[in-house]
């Protein structure tokens, strides 16, 4: 995989403009989120790659107070269209227009959410991700391990993504559906590892190819419209609804979140997947989502799957998906 290298093109401002306080770190860095190499953080800065159309890109971001401040850096021919998708997509990305308000006052109310509450007042939803990329997350996560999931990826954005630096730091970047649709099941089972997935992928970039995200607006109910396609079943539909369609109701149910709400909304060890989703509709009617999202995180703060970046710790970072690629 050939290293590319991206230019400083642009700088973007964006305000929070949605109601109630706002937590930089915890809304672009989740510590239940496994590492990818799409993204890096430490405690005051995020850098992560996008692909806008066919245009690789990277972005380096901090924040000052309720403004964000995104550097963009590209190889390719960046125009006013592009700024314009990007400004979009950040602000959609990280929620930064969305008003938490109603929400905490839900949360407030209930004894088990004082603590995550406390911890990550302010924390949004963060997906980066478009539908397929977050649609092809949630296929690797499956049934599965974070060490297999975490094996899966890296596979498949190595042999069919790209690999940028900008900013003194490397990091991977997506596939378009367009670039994996001639990729057969037979290469993405033996290449990419990726087991009885190597099936449904194709399906999943088919579908994207095909579909725009205005098709996708237009749909009267996203879980069911996900359904349709092969191999995606509730669970992943409903993380492609949560996250990049930010529906706050909708919370994708895995066997370790379900084990993780049971106990702080049931305060039971495990239970029937309909229990916990009830519990969480009652509680925070509308905002079952973002409830889930707050306590799952707050369960794993103390020990990150993936833990943030030491300001020193970058070119070993650098080195390690390097050497991956060779």
């Not at 700088?11 to 809304?27: R, S």
């Not at 999202?293 to 794993?300: D, R």
Request: proline share 5%; net charge negative.
């Amino acid at each position: 995989m050939n290293l590319r290298h991206l230019d400083h093109a642009d700088t973007i401002e964006l305000p929070v403009t949605g109601d109630g306080p706002f937590d930089f770190q915890h809304t672009v860095w989740k510590p239940s989120h496994y590492a990818t190499g799409l993204e890096a953080h430490t405690a005051s800065t995020s850098w992560r790659t996008f692909r806008v159309g066919a245009l690789v890109t990277g972005v380096r971001m901090h924040a000052q107070d309720r403004l964000v401040i995104a550097d963009i850096y590209t190889d390719g021919d960046y125009k006013p269209g592009h700024r314009d998708q990007l400004v979009r997509r950040l602000t959609t990305s990280y929620g930064l227009d969305e008003d938490l308000s109603q929400f905490t006052a839900l949360a407030a109310a209930v004894p088990s959410m004082r603590e995550p509450l406390e911890a990550l007042s302010g924390m949004r939803q963060s997906c980066p991700e478009d539908h397929f990329e977050i649609a092809v997350v949630a296929l690797l996560l499956q049934n599965v391990t974070i060490a297999r999931t975490t094996q899966m990826t890296r596979n498949l954005l190595t042999h069919h993504g790209h690999l940028v630096r900008f900013d003194d730091i490397t990091l991977r970047a997506w596939f378009t559906p367009a670039e994996l649709a001639h990729v057969t099941p037979e290469t993405l089972k033996e290449q990419d590892r990726l087991g009885y997935r190597a099936k449904t992928l194709p399906h999943f970039a088919a579908f994207f190819r095909d579909h725009t995200a205005e098709d996708l607006q237009a749909a009267d109910d996203l879980v069911l419209t996900f359904q349709q396609i092969h191999g995606v079943g509730p669970y992943t539909a409903a993380i492609m609804a949560s996250h990049a369609s930010r529906d706050p109701a909708v919370f994708g149910l895995d066997v370790w979140n379900r084990k993780i709400l049971a106990r702080g909304l049931l305060g039971v060890d495990d239970a029937a997947p309909e229990a916990v989703t009830r519990r969480l509709n009652k509680l925070f009617p509308g905002h079952a989502g973002t409830a889930g999202l707050y306590l799952v995180e707050h369960e794993y703060a103390a020990a990150p799957v993936a833990p943030l970046l030491a300001p020193d710790g970058i070119t070993a970072w650098n080195n390690s998906l390097e050497l991956a690629a060779t």
